[in-house]
């Protein structure tokens, strides 16, 4: 069964560091995904991208946020530079289309951890 | 803007027995879609069950239904026959028909009594 596949599974990293999460889409699907879930907490929309540029992004998706589709298979998440806070879970994920076979299917998810 | 209710912090159910998770959201569109996604301890994100706003009939997957009651905005998973491996954090979600993006509930977590 096809699935989303993210890199690494744990990443830590120094605060001011830049760090880039890594995902794999499904191959025929055209809707990417940001999510991120800090510790305890709600899941939480960061980005959706679509046709190579960012279709909606949250409050949260701010100037030290990016992502970027450098081939036809990956889906990257760069912070430019670290904070505390963003320690968390961060899930991508990848959908068909927006009105048919509407399932997001979501990655294992890479946690983040800024010391 | 949507938002998503699940005022249950955790709930627990012995084996084989039934329980109902409720989800209440908000919104102002008459088209949109509700989902149900389990995460076990692997904190991968599964889903469970999706309704589609404009079906009346209520979703089932198995052992799992959902009581969707849209007048009421409310949206209530039922497990039956419950098992070990049920026991996971549930998040209720919504996604709006014109937008793919998900809001999520702040999640039940549910424990299983062998």
């Known amino acids: 069964e096809p699935e989303v596949t993210q890199t690494p599974s744990h990443q830590v990293t120094q605060m001011g560091q830049e760090v880039i999460l890594h995902c794999v889409p499904i191959?025929?699907?055209?809707?990417f995904y940001w999510y991120r879930q800090i510790l305890g907490q709600k899941v939480e929309f960061l980005v959706s991208?679509?046709?190579?540029?960012?279709?909606?992004k949250s409050e949260i998706f701010d100037d030290q946020f990016s992502v970027e589709r450098p081939d036809g298979s990956n889906f990257t998440l760069k912070i430019r530079s670290t904070k505390l806070e963003d320690s968390a879970m961060y899930f991508c994920?990848?959908?068909?289309?927006?009105?048919?076979?509407?399932?997001?299917?979501f990655g294992q998810g890479t946690r983040l951890t800024v010391v | 803007a949507q938002t998503v209710t699940q005022s249950q912090p955790e709930m627990s159910v012995q084996e084989a027995e039934t329980v109902t998770l409720s989800c209440t959201y908000d919104?102002?569109?008459?088209?949109?879609?509700l989902f149900w996604y389990k995460q076990p301890p692997s904190r991968q994100m599964i889903l469970v069950i999706r309704?589609?706003?404009?079906?009346?009939q209520n979703a089932t997957e198995n052992r799992f239904s959902v009581n969707f009651q849209k007048a009421a905005k409310s949206f209530s998973l039922k497990i039956s026959d419950s098992q070990l491996g049920d026991a996971a954090m549930y998040f209720c979600?919504?996604?709006?028909?014109?937008?793919?993006?998900?809001?999520f509930g702040k999640g039940i977590t549910l424990s299983v009594r062998p």
């Open positions: 191959s025929n699907h055209l809707y």
């Open positions: 991208f679509y046709n190579n540029e960012i279709s909606e």
């Open positions: 979600a919504y996604r709006s028909w014109a937008n793919s993006k998900l809001t």
């Open positions: 994920a990848s959908s068909t289309a927006l009105q048919e076979n509407t399932e997001a299917f």
């Open positions: 919104t102002s569109e008459s088209d949109y879609y």
């Open positions: 309704q589609e706003a404009y079906k009346q």
